[in-house]
């Protein structure tokens, strides 16, 4: 715990929240999840706890996911959660708030920038300030994004795929998409139920793309048994699925993640499209790990893409790092949202 004021960047996820200390590097990974009272809203438990309370839990207790699709579902919970990871890494006992920089997507309106700002601000913060996911993507991923040539960053979280190509400090041209990993859980889900019969929870969703998931299904065989409730009977079931079928169920969601893709692609300037055909395209976030998925789209776009070391902590650690250089001469261009300005507190 830190106690003195310090610099903390926050990647904020639909499915996971990270903390990133200055100078101490990642200190939290946990679920974006709170357990409460359903009667009397009283929190139960926040994080891992809470995420392991899903599906599990008695009639008035319900685990929620306080964030959805990249933004703030639920302002209170969202604030209680932010709460507690910042006196969890800072101490209940500040003496002085922290400044806080928070990545979000780059789709985002203006009233959901200004709900991430009052929860952080209402949660502890002494400042606030927003970046945009694919900045702090390619900043964590060591990217040089500050010369007159462009770089692509695909950026595939829980809630929302960002797509962006940088020049210049900034971003040139972007999309953002309501559709990622959770959007996989879900279409897994629906189609254990219509092929199987069987109703599945997401907890037990995510493990099956996490063992059994590709976006390549000729590369690799795998099977997974699964265990659910038959919707016939009732009675527990326990069926085998395979990759070729989890990548099935899976499709139309990758497809619009390539959609995505081609469409920013499509609005490049020719200059900077000539600079990614030569680079090639970032690719972060934890829905980068799906198997397969770097060649996928490398297939359906045409451009090499290049899977960076660690994607899980790349935006966080970028959103970290851009903190830091925050007023640095070397800086000629703020990462952050709205470009060159602050938003919340009154100290700098």
């Not at 922290?98 to 203006?110: F, K, L, M, N, Y």
């Not at 940088?166 to 559709?179: H, P, T």
């Not at 619009?256 to 090639?280: C, M, N, S, W, Y």
């Amino acid at each position: 715990m830190l106690g003195l004021a310090t610099d903390i960047g926050i990647d904020l996820g639909t499915a996971t929240s990270l903390v990133y200390v200055k100078g101490k590097g990642v200190v939290l990974n946990e679920p974006s999840v709170v357990a409460l009272e359903q009667e009397t809203s009283r929190v139960v438990a926040i994080g891992e706890e809470a995420r392991r309370m899903l599906g599990r839990t008695p009639g008035n207790i319900v685990a929620v996911k306080p964030l959805r699709d990249g933004v703030i579902a639920s302002f209170e919970l969202t604030e209680r959660m932010l709460r507690h990871f910042i006196s969890k890494v800072c101490g209940r006992r500040m003496l002085f708030h922290p400044r806080v920089a928070v990545c979000v997507p780059s789709g985002i309106t203006s009233v959901e920038r200004r709900a991430v700002i009052d929860a952080c601000l209402q949660a502890g913060a002494r400042r606030c300030f927003l970046i945009e996911e694919p900045l702090a993507a390619a900043i964590g991923a060591g990217v040089d994004f500050s010369q007159p040539s462009g770089a692509m960053v695909v950026d595939i979280g829980g809630g929302t795929t960002d797509v962006a190509v940088l020049s210049m400090g900034q971003v040139v041209v972007s999309r953002s998409v309501r559709v990622a990993g959770n959007e996989c859980d879900e279409a897994i889900t629906r189609y254990v139920r219509t092929q199987f019969g069987v109703v599945i929870g997401e907890r037990t969703a995510e493990e099956i793309k996490i063992e059994a998931g590709t976006a390549w299904p000729r590369s690799v065989r795998r099977s997974v048994e699964v265990r659910g409730r038959d919707l016939a009977t009732g009675l527990p079931k326990t069926v085998t699925i395979t990759s070729g079928q989890v990548h099935a169920a899976i499709k139309e969601t990758l497809e619009t993640i390539v959609h995505a893709v081609r469409a920013v692609l499509e609005q490049t300037p020719p200059e900077l499209a000539a600079d990614i055909i030569d680079k090639g395209i970032v690719l972060t976030g934890g829905g980068a790990l799906l198997h397969g998925l770097e060649r996928y789209l490398s297939q359906e776009t045409g451009v090499a893409v290049h899977l960076v070391d660690d994607p899980v902590t790349c935006v966080v650690r970028g959103t970290g790092l851009a903190l830091e250089s925050l007023g640095s001469p070397q800086t000629r261009v703020s990462p952050f949202w709205p470009a060159g300005s602050t938003l919340g507190g009154s100290s700098p």
